[in-house]
């Protein structure tokens, strides 16, 4: 069963595209609760070599050459130090990085 940040996601990804961005799915990690044990490591490992880094957004959202990487949280959920460490390198890079826990969380997009 989706959990709510899932249910989340879709609202948020559903609604960006209706507003005609480009969404970039990044939570591929959640994945792995779906992978059979023998094929976690060789998951990883290819998307580690990939440039998967832990902590990054759940999405990247970009339109009219604005990107933006969107962490969606439920209500109550809490960045971990991994994610706040990402929201990090975004602000040194001058990336947009938006905690998403609701459509006004992106007015203004």
């Known amino acids: 069963m989706p959990t709510r940040e899932h249910n989340l996601q879709f609202v948020i990804a559903s609604y960006l595209k209706l507003r005609k961005f480009i969404v970039i799915d990044c939570d591929i990690m959640d994945g792995l609760k779906y992978a059979k044990d023998s094929a976690r490591y060789p998951f990883i490992v290819h998307h580690k070599k990939m ?12 339109k009219d050459g604005k990107v933006y990487c969107l962490e969606l949280k439920s209500e109550n959920g809490k960045q971990t130090k991994e994610q706040k460490a990402y929201q990090e390198m975004c602000a040194k890079n001058n990336i947009p990085y938006i905690v998403v826990r609701n459509l006004d969380d992106l007015r203004g997009l």
Do not use: E, R, T, V
């Open 51 to 62: 440039g998967y880094i832990k902590g990054q957004p759940d999405m990247i959202a970009m």
